[in-house]
């Protein structure tokens, strides 16, 4: 199924592969891999309330399972997708408080902020989090990213420079 629609994708037939995915979900609404793939070809072909849509069917198989935010994401995608960014940020921010959570959810809650127009919000939240642990080395990594975006290319580099002190693997 997957290397099928994969296929699809490949040669520009998105609409064939969603299809395909929204029969085998119509005969297996269960199923967690066919759901997410279905959400994410959905946010591509950008149908946000699709999305949504899909989203809500993973969060009743995920029974407010904090330790899955497969749905919160991408129903985050979908509210940044409909320029409903301040309740993306607040859906992430709720998943990224579960400290299994947080390497999966940050970047998505870090661009969101940057594609909402609120850069230094990012570096003020990625700059707590390096000042509550330092050796966080995602952190430092997002923040010389929006440091780069906001064109701030020396503080870039200075963060970037850490982040590769930090990391001992």
Do not use: C
């Not at 609409?15 to 997410?36: G, M, S």
């Not at 902020?113 to 707590?128: C, D, F, I």
């Amino acid at each position: 199924l997957f290397p099928y629609t994969r296929f699809f994708r490949l040669y520009g037939k998105s609409d064939q592969a969603l299809r395909t995915l929204e029969n085998v979900t119509a005969r297996a609404p269960a199923n967690k891999q066919v759901l997410t793939l279905l959400a994410q070809l959905k946010l591509e072909a950008r149908d946000w309330t699709g999305a949504q849509e899909v989203a809500d069917q993973l969060n009743k198989l995920e029974n407010n399972n904090k330790a899955d935010t497969t749905a919160d994401q991408i129903k985050a995608a979908a509210l940044s997708g409909l320029n409903k960014y301040s309740e993306s940020i607040d859906l992430l921010k709720s998943a990224a408080e579960n400290a299994s959570n947080k390497q999966t959810v940050l970047p998505d809650l870090i661009g969101t902020y940057v594609r909402s127009g609120h850069p230094e919000t990012a570096v003020s939240y990625l700059e707590t989090i390096i000042q509550n642990d330092p050796t966080d080395i995602q952190a430092r990594v997002l923040l010389g990213s929006v440091y780069s975006s906001m064109n701030e290319q020396d503080l870039a580099e200075q963060t970037f420079k850490q982040a590769a002190d930090e990391d001992n693997g």
